[in-house]
Every structure is written in C-alpha cells, then in structure tokens.
C-alpha cells in the first residue's frame, strides 16, 4: 500500500505537466485504483481478524458496523474505474474522466460529514 501512495504524487505531478493528457490522467485513475483496492483489502483483513478473535459474525466487528455496506466505496472504486478506462480508450473524454475522479471524492467527503 506504501508503495501505491507514493505514486500519486508522481502520478499527479505527470499529470499536471502534460497538460492533461489521456495517458496520465489515465495512469493517474490507477494509481486511485489501486489505493481504493489496498485499503479494501485492509479493512477486510482487520475485520477479518476481529471476527476471528471474538469468535462471532458481523455484529462483533466495531469495523464492520462502523462501516456499514460499503456502498461509498463501490461507487468510488466504479468511477475510478469507469474513469480510467475512458480516459484510455476515449482521449477526448480526459475532462469527464477528471470530473469522476473529483466527484466521487466530494461525494465521500459529503457523506462522512454528515454522519
């Protein structure tokens, strides 16, 4: 997951000096990509072990309840992805690509802050 962070920076930086180009901007979108699967994964994991260590289901997990159905983060992790693959495979759609990318965080941050 270290290694995934630190390349947003890169990816960002490149993004930003090519002028928005659909490579970059598509690299970019996998990069984000990757950081939502990694930190899946380690939710996963911990709420794994926590179910394994108090020897019951879901409702034991203070992980699990907190984040309830995940649905925040499969709409992210869908426009990350949708994104991605127009910015590749559509180079005049970088711009909405971009727009995925920006909305789909705004929607998060929105929503923890009202909960």
Do not use: H
Not at 34 to 45: A, V
Not at 82 to 93: C, E, I, Q, Y
């Amino acid at each position: 997951m270290d290694f995934v962070l630190s390349q947003v920076t890169f990816a960002s930086d490149w993004m930003g000096s090519s002028g928005f180009a659909a490579g970059p901007v598509a690299f970019y979108g996998f990069i984000l990509v990757c950081c939502n699967l990694s930190f899946f994964f380690i939710q996963s994991t911990i709420i794994k072990e926590q179910k394994k260590m108090n020897d019951c289901g879901d409702s034991c997990s203070i992980l699990a309840v907190a984040l309830g159905t995940r649905w925040k983060e499969k709409i992210t992790l869908s426009s990350y992805a949708l994104g991605t693959v127009l910015s590749f495979l559509f180079p005049p759609l970088v711009g909405f690509s971009l727009f995925l990318y920006a909305g789909s965080n705004r929607i998060l941050v929105c929503s923890r802050q009202k909960n």
